[in-house]
């Protein structure tokens, strides 16, 4: 067969190619065009890879320079390439002829150019725009791109080696057949973004992996939720993307099935979209302005950051001193729209994201990030969502990773548990006990949870009774600033916890809100020895404390639950969770049909306070002096300072504590004991109109160490044991008896404390020992008064060991007998300053 028998041939088949495969590519596009709503945009016919990387550039600006100037870049190119071709075919002459070859090659070589950059340009931006903000769902797009390159680069090289045969029969027909080619893979891309966009965020990677074990909480990881939209970056980028992503290439109009209320945000103007119009008029919000006096940064002195002993001698601030101040405002419109620094109450008031104010989330994911956690170990680090205080958090982590279970309708076998210490903060506790999850208390020592030994985490998991239901896969604790007991966990002790929670599939619930109230002033033997940081915090103060859970969670299974209630006040009802981002994901969905966002009163406060205004904008206010925000420094050197004055407060009350801890009992007939006992039987007797009792005389020169605590290595409170073997009546009144008319006993001295057994998660602890014990706040009360309550306690203890009557201790519980548990009392115990 001849040469150009061949290339006849081969010009057929090119022919059949383009007539079949063009056709049904052809009808592929015209189907994706007429469903468009604006079909002259969606054209892939002379859009080509133009169309997909002009939805993904976030800048309108950038997209019209793109799609213009290509545009009419690639038509000068061919409109010459014809122009000089024709008339080379034609035969004009040999030097047009020549040169029209060079140019064709020229020109194939431009455009193969284009093509790589366009499609590498498409690449840069999905990955900024999309994958970087969370959406890693995209980055399938960036694995298929860089195939069709490929395809796409050879196509161009193929068609740029046909430019060197001679004659034309086979270039001219494989024109169409490298466009159709080019054509079919544009489809393709339009059909992957649109699938993408549409499917459930199941595909959504999490930066680790749970191992998978029985637990509940693993498999909710993978159950499918929406897409999120996670405001990292800047303006709003990420949503306008997304808007274009969902109707790029379908033409749904504004409202698309899968643009859901809580995938595009609503509330700020800066995004420039309109998804659903149901917001009211900023304008008619009452409030013009919020204003407040604010503190400065440094109104209360730090203490060191090494420990000192003895801990006595901290500076303290002068009485009545005045105290410098700034004027926060929150304006009504601040003039910059930048999203990230746009704080007002335009958009503070109006409907927000689940995850935050966008200012406020922006600050404490990078402060939380680079400040508190710079050395997480998983890839790509955490995510965090704001909540309504740490209480709310840990409902929703519940909500999140739990299944409700109910007696007499669920088989035990699925009933699920809650790790906590065997002395708790109850409030999480009873939050956990209406879902019907057993509760599982740790045994605990000075620091906080133990790890071995007997009533450890390996015991209670390694000998988990099945018959109760589950072995808990869920864990809730307090690691600084024990609530109640004031322990400090560890590193050392925190990496044998973790190990045995990947053992046995354990997800931690770390609550956190005493961590920057660490006391390095208690004595070396109760502070834990702390490692140098694996990367600086860059402050001294942050390195200085005892790092979190997360610091080892190589594997993403610690959320810690943080709050403004002891940094700024209670009542914001203000923290955020961080955790591993597909489950922050999860939480987020909860909270967008539960609380929505915290209140933006609050959060632009605290955002104007600590952020302040953009540069140059005069009408806002921030907390320092000169009208800026805090910023990270000033918001660190306030934590410093807070801590300085809780642990003054703590070593005053700890100093005044123990001076009365040991009791030296002497005197003979009606002398010291029996002068006790009378005096307060007589107010007795008075009202009931009795006649004085009297014993016989005894003698009797005795030590008695009366209670115990440890000096706190952090958070609020003292936890004091009391040694009622000792009391001189324990042989005639049951201990439990005797503990019960020392609270009642210490009201006369005007001193109400909490009862240890408010604090113990099960009736077996209540009846074990949690009756000993009572939890004393240095907190709450005015700091000139914590000497003198530490003081009463000390001389209500003693003398209530000084009493040798049963008539006494009945006549302090006759009114008492039916609260002999303590737990109707549980919210008495801030009247008198101990919370």
Known sequence: ????????????????????????????????????KNPARNLFSWMIIINRVSIISASPDTVNRVRFGVAIFITLINATVIGIFIPAVMGVSTAITNGGEVYVKVAKVIILMTDCFLNFYFISEVKDNLVRNGLTKYQKLVDFNMAIICVSVLMDLFLFSMTFLPGVILFVPFLPVTYITKLKIELSMAKLIIKIANEDSNTFLPPCTLQSHETSSTAIINSPLSTRIHFDSRDGETVRVLENVYNYGLGLGDSHPFVRSQDVPLCYETTQIEVEKRLPNNNYFPFDTLEAKAALPQRWAPTSNDPVDPPTGFHKPKKDAPQPESQVVVPHTATTTNPLRKIDLDSALQYGQAQGYPPLHQFLLQFTIENLHPD????????????????????????????????GRDPVSEREGLLC???????????ARPLG??????????????????????????????????RPHLMYTVTIGQNPTSGVLSVQRRKE???????????????????????????????????????????????SLVPSYLSVDYQGRVLRLDTFSKTVAPGCRLGWITG????????????????????GFVQSMIAELIIGPPTGDKIGAGGDKDGKGWSFDGWVRWLEGLRGEYERRMNDMCDALETGSTLVKSGRGNSLT????????????????????????????????????????GGMFIWVRCNFPSHPLASKVALRRLARALWVYWTTYKVLVSPGTIFAPTEEIRNRDAWECFRLCFAACPREDVVPISERFAKGAQDFWRIKKVSVIDELLKDDDGMMDGTEVGGMDALTGFC
């Open 674 to 713: 029996e002068m006790t006992d009378n005096l307060f039987l007589d107010a007795y007797n008075a009202a009931e109109g009795k006649n004085k009792e009297t014993e016989d005389e005894w003698s009797v020169i005795e030590t008695t160490r009366i209670y115990d605590f440890v000096r706190p290595m």
């Open 497 to 543: 916890i973790y190990a045995l929670c990947v053992k046995y599939d354990v997800i931690i619930i770390e609550d956190e809100p005493y961590w920057y109230l660490q006391y390095p002033s208690s004595n070396g033997t109760s502070f834990p020895s702390l490692p140098k940081p694996q990367m600086s915090s860059g402050y001294e103060f942050l390195d």
């Open 1 to 36: 067969m001849g040469g150009a028998n061949v290339e006849s041939v081969l010009a057929s088949m090119t022919l059949g190619y383009v007539i079949g495969f063009g056709y049904l590519t052809g009808w592929d596009a015209y189907k994706l065009i007429t469903k468009a």
């Open 580 to 599: 591993q981002p597909a489950i922050i994901e999860r939480i987020h969905r909860i909270t967008e049909t539960s609380t929505q966002q915290p209140s």
């Open 421 to 431: 210490e065997e002395y708790a903060y109850m409030n999480a506790i009873g939050a």
């Open 437 to 470: 999850m057993n509760i599982a208390p740790v045994a605990i020592d000075d620091e906080g949870m133990k790890a071995e030994g007997p009533g450890g985490l390996k015991d209670v998991l390694e000998n988990w009774d099945f018959a109760k239901g589950k």
């Open 376 to 407: 997480i170990p998983y890839k790509n680090g955490p995510d965090i969502i704001l909540t309504c205080g740490n209480t709310d958090g840990f409902g929703k982590c519940l909500t999140a990773l739990h299944n409700e279970w109910y007696e």
